[in-house]
Nanobody, 125 residues
Framework: QVQLVESGGGLVQAGGSMRLSCAAS????????MGWFRQAPGKEREFVAQ???????YYADSVKGRFTISRDNAKNTVYLQMDSLKPEDTAVYYC???????????????????WGQGTQVTVSS
């Protein structure tokens, strides 16, 4: 079983920045495709970003150019750097892990095997 623990959420003003962390209880985090999803009130959970086992990164169009996903292999931690935050970024952000060799469709939540409990990000206008 893989356990994921998110941290770094909170309240930030529009235009500000925030960095989320996802600590993974795994031997080698680079053996997993790691993703970030978010769910706003009244909306479906949506894909935000993924870093693959090989280090390839993918982003939702809504966050491309503003968010950056990265990985610290020594710490088994994945980060989501969020810049130029907008009120519509307000959501619970979830970290997810996929241990399969092939990632499948990285933007689909059902391709991930493990999920954290989420961390709230609130962007005030």
């Amino acid at each position: 079983q893989v356990q994921l623990v998110e941290s770094g959420g909170g309240l930030v003003q529009a235009g500000g920045s925030m960095r989320l962390s996802c600590a993974a209880s795994v031997r080698t985090v680079s053996n997993y495709h790691m993703g970030w999803f978010r769910q706003a009130p009244g909306k479906e959970r949506e894909f935000v970003a993924q870093i693959s086992r090989s280090g390839m990164t993918y982003y939702a169009d809504s966050v491309k150019g503003r968010f950056t996903i990265s990985r610290d292999n020594a710490k088994n931690t994945v980060y989501l750097q969020m810049d130029s935050l907008k009120p519509e970024d307000t959501a619970v952000y979830y970290c997810a892990a996929n241990g399969k060799y092939y990632s499948g469709n990285y933007y689909r939540s059902d391709t991930y095997d493990y999920w954290g409990q989420g961390t709230q990000v609130t962007v005030s206008s």
